[in-house]
């Protein structure tokens, strides 16, 4: 007997379990993804070319905004999402042609449990006319695709006509928080116009832990460039997709929720000593979240939203496209938490919000991280000179904030001419061998030179655009 229990022990130091040490009446704890227990089975999906009107969204499972309600009970769920295409504010001033489900981006969140079903319909209705966007798209052929779905993507997920409407069924097997995106060719083109959203799957015990708020965090990304054809929107330039910036994955914006610093205007609410849970899911389509939030530690994070998948004590969680995960953490004192993208070239972009115990956020509380509360111009070419200084010059420079590691660029069009910028910023090195101004200034700075960029005139002139337009605002 001593000599089985010292095996025994001794194989499960190396991860191996005797099978002498379970007797008859040993109790084997059951596998909740026993492949016997999973329901693979689905009716066909039915299309037809009748359509759904009024509301493009129905469903009380739905989730509309960031704040999430409990998940209602039924076992069968009821999902209506039309696509839609329509032009959405990305940022201010920055109106998109967007192709949304459910007329919104991201598209609402469905929440329920494993073992449930979802019985999901669709009409295309991209051939409706919505405010502004006869002019900009053609209808298409879209689709649906669920990541928490286990079904043939022939059958489900086929492209549907413009006017047409298709109607299926599944039972979510496993827990977690999936995406869903439209799957049709180009799939790129389709989530970078706003065709994705959530699907949130409780275990079927619920959660192991109590929290006091829970919310859904969509991190995204746009590429977009002014409207070729000029058209514009309630006097603001049009944006479409940039087909190019696109593939090369060199987003003009990557925000959470949608919207560049919506959360940040509207923080997500808590107090003092609370439990909060976050939703997090990375849709991209092509970059990687480095989840953060300031001030407080993840004190569970279990990754994909599964409650089996779980780590503790985390500063950040590292989300490649569609990857998810639940954190939560207690908010240990009055003040304003930053979520952000601990990648600041995203974060810079609009990856940034704020879990707030205030009634209205400072924006000074965002100084920490370099984040620039400012307004946002309307002209395209201080727009995008906007964004190339926010994704690479915030860490070194700030505007009206005092100096960092250069100096603070708040009245700089005032202090050197055009000229003398632009040779600047074409070739800093060169500048430092033969300017004196130039050389001052890097002794100013404790030799800390500024590299070289590798800017076009084009962007070049962008950035002049943007420090003019900075210094006629601050005026």
């Known amino acids: 007997m001593i000599q089985a229990q010292w095996l025994n022990r001794l194989f499960l130091i190396a991860g191996i379990t005797l099978l002498t040490s379970c007797g008859p009446n040993t109790k084997i704890s059951s596998d909740p993804y026993d492949a016997s227990k999973i329901e693979l089975k689905s009716p066909p999906s039915v299309t037809t070319d009748g359509r759904h009107t009024g509301a493009f969204a129905t469903g009380a499972s739905l989730n509309f905004n960031s704040e999430l309600k409990p998940v209602d009970p039924a076992t069968t769920k009821y999902v209506q999402l ?3 295409h329509k032009v959405i504010e990305i940022a201010p001033g920055v109106q998109f042609s967007a192709w949304t489900f459910g007329n919104q981006v991201p598209g609402p969140a469905i929440r329920a449990r494993v073992g449930d079903k979802i019985h999901f319909s669709m009409t295309n209705r991209s051939d409706e006319t919505m405010p502004n966007m006869s002019m900009v798209v053609a209808p298409m052929m879209h689709s ?3 990541h928490a779905a286990m079904v043939s993507p022939q059958d489900k ?3 549907i006509a413009p006017g047409q409407t298709i109607e299926f069924e599944f039972t979510l097997n496993y827990p977690g928080i999936f995406m869903y995106h439209c799957g049709t060719p180009m799939i790129l083109e389709h989530i970078a116009s706003g065709m994705y959203g959530a699907v949130i799957v409780e275990p079927k015990a619920g959660y192991p832990t109590r929290v006091d708020h829970e919310y859904l965090v969509i991190q995204s990304e746009f590429y977009v460039k002014p409207d070729p054809t000029g058209h514009k929107v309630n006097g603001a330039p049009l944006y479409v ?7 090369s994955s060199q987003p003009t914006h990557t925000v959470f929720n949608g919207v560049h610093n919506g959360m940040v205007k509207n923080p ?3 107090k003092p000593g609370e439990r909060v849970r976050l939703f997090v899911l990375n849709v991209g389509p092509s970059k990687t979240s480095s989840f953060h939030v300031v001030g407080t530690i993840f004190d569970r994070v279990w990754f994909e939203g599964n409650p089996d998948n779980q780590m503790r004590g985390m500063q950040t969680v590292l989300l490649g496209s569609s990857n998810s995960a639940i954190v939560e953490m207690m908010i240990p004192e009055a003040g304003s938490y930053i979520m952000v993208d601990h990648h600041f070239a995203n974060a810079s972009q609009g990856a940034i919000g704020l879990i707030s115990t205030l009634t209205q956020a400072k924006p000074v509380d965002l100084e920490h991280h370099n984040m620039e509360a400012s307004a946002m111009p309307q002209d395209p070419n201080t ?3 906007k964004m190339a200084f926010e994704s690479k010059c915030l860490a070194c420079h700030s505007i009206g904030q005092g100096k960092k590691l250069g100096p603070d660029l708040a009245g700089v069009t005032q202090r050197r001419s055009d000229a003398w910028l632009s040779q600047w910023l074409a070739a800093p090195e060169k500048m430092l061998q033969t300017d004196a101004a130039a050389k001052i200034m890097l002794k100013e700075y404790n030799n800390i ?6 800017l076009s005139k084009n962007e070049i002139a962008q950035y002049l655009a943007y420090f003019h337009w900075i210094d006629r605002d601050k005026k």
Do not use: E
């Not at 997709?241 to 593939?247: E, F, N, S, V």
């Not at 030179?449 to 590798?454: C, F, H, L, Y």
């Open 82 to 84: 039309d696509t839609t």
């Open 144 to 146: 649906m695709d669920f």
């Open 157 to 159: 997920y086929k492209s």
């Open 241 to 247: 997709l940039d087909a190019d910036r696109l593939k």
């Open 268 to 270: 997500l609410a808590a």
């Open 383 to 385: 727009v995008q000179g």
């Open 449 to 454: 030179a500024m590299p070289n960029q590798g």
